[in-house]
């Protein structure tokens, strides 16, 4: 028999980048629907499935500012590009025959719902996977601190951060034969060190509110549910 899902409910953060596939820019499809195979057989295991989806892929606001764009509208950008992000996995989990939402914290009535905790709730009580698009609605935030926020808002167990590696290695694994992966970390080595994992709000947030940060490579078939199972690999970032 499968081993069972160490938790109820999940939120996994994915980067506009982990979308792109090989281009260096925009939706790789196969990538996409890759992606969406995988979140389908998490939500198959019995486990209740959120995500918040970056922009990073179409458009970035810090290198549109530094570009000389004035920062709040180029955020503002930013958080237009997870929308459209959100729509294209949105497409990709329903072709499989998954139920989704897709809920914007900037409100866009005619696309999608707008964001609405209680509804995002009850949506997932009945088996749907919700998509959160436009971070947190504000600028000068990222998505890694609304995917803390929203994990936190949602009561989820953990937060899932999909990345290009394993988990988090001591160098770039990449560049350097010698990096170690780190099985666990604590919340304060990740603060105090600035290891490149989430920003330190949406690690502080999740300290704050007790939230393991589990990382793992978004590219490796299955890994998803490999490491809700235990059987994956992955760093685990808790107290
Ligand atoms: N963004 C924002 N507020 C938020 C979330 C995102 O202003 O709460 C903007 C910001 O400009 C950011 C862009 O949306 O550069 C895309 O998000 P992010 O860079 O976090 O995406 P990722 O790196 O995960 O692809």
């Known amino acids: 028999m499968a081993a069972k899902p ?22 790789d499809h196969d990538t996409v629907e890759r992606i969406a195979a995988d979140i389908r057989a998490v939500r198959d295991l019995g486990v209740e499935v959120c ?25 503002y950008m930013g958080m237009l590009a997870t929308v459209m992000n959100a729509l294209a996995m949105q497409n990709a989990l329903e072709r499989i025959g998954a139920q989704t939402r897709v809920l914007s914290a900037i409100p866009m009535t005619t696309v999608c719902e707008p964001y609405i905790r209680r509804r995002a709730i009850r949506h997932m009580e009945k088996g749907r996977i919700v998509i959160f698009a436009a971070g947190t609605g504000n600028p000068f935030f990222t998505t890694d601190t609304a995917a803390a926020l929203r994990a936190v808002e949602m009561g989820c167990d953990a937060l899932l951060k999909g990345t ?3 988990g988090v290695y001591s160098a770039d694994p990449k560049k350097d034969p010698e990096a170690v992966r780190y099985d666990r970390l604590s919340y304060m080595d990740v603060l105090s060190r600035d290891l490149k994992v989430m920003d330190a709000s949406a690690i502080s947030l999740a300290r704050e509110n007790g939230l393991p940060i589990i990382v793992f490579n978004i590219h490796a078939q299955g890994a998803f549910a490999r490491v809700l199972t235990g059987e994956g690999t992955c760093t685990t970032i808790n107290d």
């Open 6 to 27: 160490a938790y109820g409910r999940v939120l996994l953060k994915v980067s506009g980048e982990a979308l792109m596939g090989d281009k260096a820019y925009g939706l």
């Open 164 to 166: 290009q590696v394993d």
């Open 51 to 75: 995500l918040v989806i970056g922009g990073g892929n179409i458009f970035r606001g810090l290198s549109a500012a530094a570009q000389g764009m004035e920062r709040a509208s180029a955020d």
